[in-house]
């Protein structure tokens, strides 16, 4: 068994992240399942199918929820979520993240969660022509 991920985005963002990331692998090696929030939603019927999604991809080991922006609708429906258990939610989601979730996928929850966190951290770089590398 392993962590469960659920992506929770504006619009169709969290769906062509795993998609991308899944392509890297060849299959996505962890129960995973997205929720797109749109730009007029329900936020209570979104939150109750943000539940049943946390609850198809937990397997019992817990689940690992992404998130786009901090305090966008997306993220407040996850942070709903931390009620329902073993649950950790990161917001700042990127496809580095995604991949280094998914390379280590076989981590306990607070070890991914560490592992998403430093991914995104390290994943943005500030190039100039100074720093490019030849």
Do not use: W
């Amino acid at each position: 068994m392993s962590v469960g991920l659920l992506l929770i985005t504006h619009n169709r963002v969290g769906e062509e992240l795993l998609n991308t990331a899944t392509t890297t692998f060849a299959h996505c090696p962890m129960n995973a399942a997205t929720l797109g929030i749109g730009e007029r939603c329900d936020p209570d019927a979104l939150a109750r199918e943000a539940r049943e999604r946390l609850l198809s991809v937990d397997s019992g080991e817990g689940v690992l929820v992404l998130t786009d922006i901090y305090g966008s609708t997306p993220s407040n429906i996850a942070n709903r979520l931390l009620d329902e258990g073993n649950v950790i939610v990161i917001a700042g989601l990127s496809l580095p993240m995604l991949i280094r979730v998914m390379n280590y996928c076989r981590l306990s929850l607070p070890e991914l969660a560490q592992k998403a966190a430093s991914a995104g951290a390290e994943g943005i770089v500030l190039s100039t022509a100074e720093t490019r590398m030849p």
